[in-house]
């Protein structure tokens, strides 16, 4: 729905009646359960150039694995195009989820992050950072220009998150109580410091930082279940997660789930807009699915992130 592929030989007139349908049964589900929209804590938005490249990588994976894992690209739209859809399906607050893959980045991503932001007022102002020379000083100036969330990607960066160059900015983080996103699980593909140990360490260091596992971890649920219920301000994205694509890759454990209903003030809706191989309707459905019940949509879906984020 609204993929590049899946928008060859479409009129402009059918997709967009596609995609308003999808904003109308969106709108039903946060209705049905009295809410004013929806919170979402994991989408991207970056500069143009470095998308594409991110949209080139999954784009490749069904090539490079002979079929195997084909992920499209369903929302592969321009800028303003994918804001005012986000938008249509009554997202009231999103993020720029940014994050850099080498040294001397993250300050220039940062300084596009606040130009977005200002011309983008429901998105919260995110930002990033990068194990490097100077890390405190601009995570400093991040805050100081209003930085309400933050993203790190252990994986796709290749750092241990208890690098000591890292270590002052998790103290400025935790200190002002501002969340941090962390791609810290090991799916899609396991890197040298993804996992709950290297973040683990993070933690025990900072124990008041205010950790967003990513992705719920995955694969690796039930250990950054175990990270949540042991430090209080760590709390799980439902990104991908519990959906019918990441179910054939890595399933939740069932037997999780009661550990689950026991966290619903501390699980966040994500998406991974626009970057989903599947209609954002799904993950929504994927959600209620698992039998939690209204009231643990309704915390997910919204007042968690919104109570977070002082909305």
Request: glycine share 10%; hydrophobic share 40%.
């Amino acid at each position: 729905m609204g993929s590049e592929s899946g928008d060859r030989g479409k009129t402009a007139e059918a997709v967009e009646a596609v995609e308003t349908a999808e904003a109308a049964e969106i709108r039903q589900f946060w209705e049905r359960l009295g809410l004013p929209g929806l919170v979402d804590v994991h989408t991207h938005f970056m500069p143009e150039w470095v998308l594409r490249k991110v949209w080139g990588y999954f784009d490749a994976l069904g090539p490079s694995t002979g079929g195997a894992l084909e992920w499209p690209i369903t929302y592969r739209k321009e800028e303003d195009e994918r804001v005012a859809l986000i938008r249509k399906f009554g997202v009231r607050a999103f993020t720029a989820m940014l994050y850099p893959h080498k040294p001397g980045m993250a300050r220039w991503l940062n300084g596009w992050a606040v130009d977005f932001a200002a011309r983008t007022p429901d998105c919260l102002h995110t930002s990033t950072l990068f194990p490097e020379a100077g890390v405190e000083d601009y995570v400093r100036d991040a805050l100081d220009s209003g930085a309400r969330v933050f993203k790190a990607h252990v994986q796709v960066g290749a750092y241990d998150p208890a690098d000591e160059l890292l270590d002052p900015a998790w103290g400025l983080l935790a200190e002002s109580g501002t969340p941090v996103v962390v791609h810290c699980g090991s799916g899609p593909a396991p890197g040298k410091h993804t996992g709950p140990e290297p973040i683990g360490r993070v933690l025990a260091r900072h124990p008041r930082l205010r950790l967003v596992v990513a992705h719920m971890g995955m694969p690796e649920y039930e250990d950054f279940l175990d990270l949540a219920e042991r430090y209080g301000e760590v709390r799980l994205d439902t990104t991908m997660a519990f959906t019918d694509f990441s179910e054939r890759l890595a399933p939740f454990p069932p037997g999780a789930l009661p550990r689950l209903a026991a966290l619903r003030n501390r699980v966040l809706l994500g998406s991974d807009f626009p970057n989903i191989p599947y209609p954002y309707l799904h993950q929504l459905h994927a959600l209620e699915r698992l039998g939690l019940g209204d009231d643990w949509l309704r915390a997910v879906c919204h007042h968690n992130g919104a109570r977070l984020f002082g909305l």
